[in-house]
């Protein structure tokens, strides 16, 4: 009995040598075989080609709508400017408004479009002072008004 079980110990000590040495020899190819992932972006693929032909044909059709958008931007400013600028006056001939498409259309001197922007913000600050006066006068009138309504409903 003492001889079969030192059998079956020899024969599981050797398979578990075995196994042993199966997972050294996995551990060592596990090691070796590591992966490496590379994605490269080849453009004789037609997809490849044919995705970026589009994306730069959408980003220039973006730009230009960009663009256009800007300059009509620029335009409404500009013309929002002239119409603050003849109301202002008051009145516009013929000749005012010459002078102002010829500087607003051209650009060619900024320091007159400054000085029509200051001269209009200046005029809408001074109307909204007076406003704000002719405001205070109107409550003031109001609160003298009655007054003397109640001063004369005394002495009756």
Not at 40 to 51: C, G, L, Q, R, W
């Amino acid at each position: 009995m003492r001889e079969y079980r030192n059998t079956e110990h020899r024969e599981l000590k050797s398979e578990l040598e075995k196994i042993g040495q199966a997972l050294e020899e996995l551990k060592a190819t596990k090691q070796d075989s590591t992966v490496h992932h590379r994605h490269s972006i080849d453009i004789a693929s037609s997809k490849v080609f044919i995705s970026m032909v589009v994306m730069g044909l959408i980003i220039l059709v973006l730009s230009f709508v960009v663009g256009n958008q800007r300059r009509t931007l620029a335009q409404f400013r500009d013309n929002d400017l002239m119409y603050r600028y003849i109301r202002m006056k008051g009145e516009a001939g013929p000749r005012d408004v010459l002078m102002l498409r010829e500087v607003f259309e051209f650009h060619l001197n900024p320091d007159s479009i400054r000085s029509i922007r200051r001269q209009v913000v200046e005029y809408e600050q001074l109307v909204r002072e007076q406003a704000a006066q002719a405001k205070l006068n109107a409550a003031e009138a109001e609160r003298l008004k009655n007054q003397a309504e109640t001063v004369k409903d005394v002495r009756k």
